[in-house]
C-alpha cells in the first residue's frame, strides 16, 4: 500500500477502498467499550448533579472531580431504542438500542477510549483507564510518571506542575467491523469530538486544558500498555488549575528512547467479538502517521495561513442570542436525522455559533457554510472569517440539492436545515497530517455541535457524502483545501425514541 494513493482514495473515492462484497457481522460485532480483566478497579461517585448549572459553583475535590469530570467528558450518558420508520411491505416500525454520550460518534460506534493519569488521592498516583461501562477507573500502572509524559510531549509542556492527564486513544476493531478502511476517517474525527468535549469539560471545572496531537506515539503506547496492532493514541490533553506557558522543547527525543525508562505492561481484554478481521490498511496508515522524535512535531507556525478569497463581505453581529447552559446543551445535543424541519434561522443565531466554533490554537482548519432561509443572509456559499467575524461570498444561489444528491445515504434533509456547514482542511498531506487534520476537524465539529445545542438547534455530523460536492461548491481544489466533514444545523421535531439518562 502506498500511504499517499491510498489516502486520496480514502477521501474521494472512499468506495474504492472497501471491498465490495464486505459484509458486517453483526452477530460478532465488538463492544462499544473496553473492558479490562483482573486490574485492580475503583468505582467514581455515580451521584452526578444534573440540577442547573451543577459545573463550577463550587470546587470538586478528589474522587469527586474525577467521576464528574469523566462523565461529562466521555461517560454513559443515555440508553436509548430509537425506533425506524415503518417498512412499506411488512407495515411495522422496528427500534434498535443504543448507548450515548455526549459526543458524537459516526454509527454510534465509539471507537475512542479515554485514559487518565491520575496525581490525586484517594487515589494511587498513576495511569488508569476510563472504563465508561462500570464508571470506574481501572488501574494500568501506578507511580509517578510526571517526566515521561513531559518527554513524550517533547519537552513543550511541564506535567509536574499539572492535575491531571487524559489520553485519547482509538480502537480499529471497533469502527473498522462496520466501516471497513472507511474507518480511519472517522477514528480520526471520533477522536476530535472526545477531546473537544474533554476540553469543554475542562473548562466548565475552571482547569486549562493543553491539547497536544504531536506527540511520541510509540512513547503514549507504551505508557498505556496498549497493544499497538489494535489501538494507537491520538491525543493528550494536560489538564492544570493555572495557565502553563508552552516551552520550546530543544532537545531531541525519540520514542525508541523513552519506552526504554519504563517497563512494558501485560493486560488482557474482552471486546466479545470471535473472528477480528485482518485491518492491515488501517494499521499502515496509522504507522505512517507515527511520529518518531519531537524533531519530527508539527506546529502552528508550520502551516501556512490561507488567503482569504470571498467577495462580498457579510460584517456579524456580537450576538446577544439566548443559549443555555453546558449541562443542558450535553443533554439536548442529538443528530436529528430525519426529525430536522423546515424553518428559518434568526441571523444572530448564525453570528453566535460561528463564533464559539473556531479553533484559536489551529490556523490549518477553515469553516464554510451552505445558508438558505434566514432573515438578512443571501442564500449561498460562504467562508467564514473568524479573524473579522464575517462571511466572506463565494457565490450566491440555493446549493441544497447539489448537496443532497451528494450524499450516499438520503436518511438526512438537506433541504430542511437552514445552514450546512462544512468544515476543510488542506489537501495533499500525508498520513500524519491527514490523521491531525481530522482530528482539529472533529474538535471544531463538537464546538459546533454544542453550540447548536446551547441554541436550541442540533447539527448532524456526516461523513456519507461524496467530497468533490462540497469542494466545487466552494471551489476548494483551487485553494488547494478539501472538506473533512458536513454538519447540517437546524430545528427539528423531538427524536422518535425512548430514552433514559444513565446516572445515579
Ligand atoms: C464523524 C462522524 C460521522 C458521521 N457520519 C454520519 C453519516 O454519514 N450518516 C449518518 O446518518 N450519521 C452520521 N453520524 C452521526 C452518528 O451516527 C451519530 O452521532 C451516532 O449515531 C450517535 O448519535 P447521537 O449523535 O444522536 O448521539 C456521524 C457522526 C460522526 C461523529
Redesign the pocket.
Known sequence: MHPESFLYRLHFQSQAVIPSDWEVDWEDAPLPYKLYKELPSFLLDHHIPLNPSPLGRRKLEGAEWIGHFLWFAYGLTQFAHTATPADSEEKTSTSFP?L??F??????LYPSELYLYVKETPFAQGVYHYDAAHHRLVLIREGNFDDYITKTLGLRLDVSSCKAVCFITTVYWKNFFKYHNFSF??QG??AG?VISQTEETARQFGLHSHVHLSFLHKAADHLLGLNRLEETTLGILALSEQEIPAATGKEELTGASLIEEIPAVQTTCYQRSKHIKPHQDILQLHEAAVLSSSSLFRTNASVPQQEKYGKDIYPLSESRATTSSFRDACMN???P?GDFIDRSMDAGKIAALLKQSTLPDVSSISIYLCINGTDRIDAGAYEYDPASHSLLTIEKGDFRQMLQSGM??H??PLHHTPLCIHVAGARNVDAGGYRMQLIHA?RV?QRILLAASALGMNG??????HVPIPDSIYQLDIRKQTTL?QIPIGYHTP?SRLSGVLHA
Do not use: Q, W
Request: hydrophobic content about 35%; overall charge positive; charged content about 20%.
Open positions: 443504543s450515548r454520550r459526543a458524537p460518534s459516526g454509527g454510534g476517517r472517522l474525527l471520533d469530538a445535543r442529538c443528530s436525522e450516499t445515504m436518511n438526512v472533529g465539529m448532524h455530523p456526516l461523513l456519507g457524502f466533514i427524536k
